[in-house]
Nanobody, 121 residues
């Protein structure tokens, strides 16, 4: 069973940057797309960003457009989420997912365990 392992979360101040990483446990794993979702306390899990296997296509939630950048290194089977100009409302557990291209959680078959991002004001 493929595992997705996120890293890079932490506690930062508003305006700071963080880079999240998500590595797949098997090098032969090659999903059509990899994405990021986030879930704040008491809220539903929301789409953040997704990127295709080729890296040619990506999509962002309106709330992070222009501040976050998704990328992937297929040689390392890793996807990244560069988060700049962080805001307190970005505070959430961030989950990596692998599956098909889309913004709905139902399109993804594999999920990581999540990494906490906390942004203080």
């Amino acid at each position: 069973q493929v595992q997705l392992v996120e890293s890079g979360g932490g506690l930062v101040q508003a305006g700071d940057s963080l880079r999240l990483s998500c590595a797949a446990s098997e090098r032969t794993f090659s999903p059509n797309a990899m994405g990021w979702f986030r879930q704040a306390p008491g809220k539903e899990r929301d789409f953040v960003s997704v990127i295709t296997r080729s890296g040619f296509f990506s999509k962002y939630a309106d709330s992070v457009e222009g501040r976050f950048t998704i990328s992937r290194d297929n040689a390392k089977n890793t996807v990244y989420l560069q988060m700049n100009s962080l805001k307190p409302e970005d505070t959430a557990v961030y989950y990596c997912a692998a599956g098909n291209y889309g913004s709905s959680a139902s399109t993804y078959s594999y999920w990581g365990q999540g990494t906490q991002v906390t942004v203080s004001s």
